[in-house]
């Protein structure tokens, strides 16, 4: 399951209550194109998407087994994270309507704090859509959110999410072992990066 970043920060209740309002009223317009906030007419193209192991494989939070049951739930609690104004589950579209690809950014206001997850169809993988959709994301989630530090894990194996997470100068901060849905754990390296960082290294 998702983790809060091993670093604790303290948000202010008010603080915490914008990031909430933040989430709740976020406009994906800015995020990118094609991006949408998931709905249940979603739920076909993300069991097509997912269930293709060279997607969801590297990826620990994700329902098992991925079909029409275990997604609908995992839609409706990403809904329900938007209300809370505790999550953002994302769908991008290509030019076809079809889903392409999904966002699940995970939000603790309390910590000022955001975790990222996500994938693209394998058909898209490897040309460089990754790395810099994984960039304008994590500007994004700091920018429009307002949260002050995001953790990101990977598989050890995951050299494509790894190499994407270190060129946008997340900092390694060793290994932890994710928790998956069933319980079972995951070894994976752990980064985090605060606000602070983001902008010094994008001099905002
Ligand atoms: C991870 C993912 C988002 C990366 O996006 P992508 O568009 O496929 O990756 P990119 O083309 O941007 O490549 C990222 C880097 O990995 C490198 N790379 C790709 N395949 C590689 C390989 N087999 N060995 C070494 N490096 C490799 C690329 O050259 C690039 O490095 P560079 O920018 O320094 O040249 C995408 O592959 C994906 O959705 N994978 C499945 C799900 C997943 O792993 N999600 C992330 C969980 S943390």
Request: proline content about 7%.
């Given at each position: 399951m998702?983790?809060?970043?091993?670093?604790?920060?303290?948000?202010?209740?008010d603080e915490a209550e914008a990031i909430r309002e933040a989430v709740r009223g976020a406009d994906l317009?800015?995020?990118?194109?094609?991006?949408?906030?998931?709905?249940?007419?979603?739920?076909?193209?993300?069991?097509e998407l997912l269930a293709d192991p060279a997607v969801s494989g590297p990826?620990?939070?994700?329902?098992?087994?991925?079909?029409?049951?275990?997604?609908?739930?995992?839609?409706?609690?990403?809904?329900?994270?938007?209300?809370a104004g505790e999550g953002l589950l994302v769908v991008t579209l290509d030019q076809h309507g079809k889903v392409?690809?999904?966002?699940?950014?995970?939000?603790?206001?309390?910590r000022a704090s955001a975790e990222l997850a996500g994938?693209?169809?394998a058909d898209l993988q490897n040309h460089g859509q990754g790395r810099s959709g994984m960039a304008h994301t994590f500007g994004w989630i700091?920018?429009?959110?307002?949260?002050?530090?995001?953790?990101?894990?990977?598989?050890?194996?995951?050299?494509?999410?790894?190499?994407?997470i270190d060129a946008a100068g997340f900092r390694r901060m060793g290994e932890r072992e994710a928790v998956?849905?069933?319980?079972?754990?995951?070894?994976?390296?752990?980064?985090?990066?605060?606000r602070d960082e983001?902008?010094?290294?994008?001099?905002?």
């Open positions: 998702s983790a809060p970043p091993k670093t604790v920060l303290q948000a202010s209740d317009a800015t995020l990118g194109p094609g991006r949408e906030h998931v709905e249940m007419k979603h739920v076909p193209g993300l069991v990826i620990y939070d994700l329902p098992r087994p991925i079909n029409s049951d275990s997604i609908t739930r995992w839609v409706a609690e990403g809904q329900a994270q938007r209300l392409a690809g999904y966002s699940h950014i995970r939000v603790w206001p309390e994938a693209l169809r700091f920018e429009t959110l307002g949260v002050r530090l995001m953790c990101l894990t990977a598989a050890l194996d995951n050299v494509r999410s790894q190499k994407g998956r849905p069933d319980g079972t754990t995951r070894r994976s390296v752990y980064w985090e990066m605060t983001w902008r010094q290294r994008h001099r905002l």
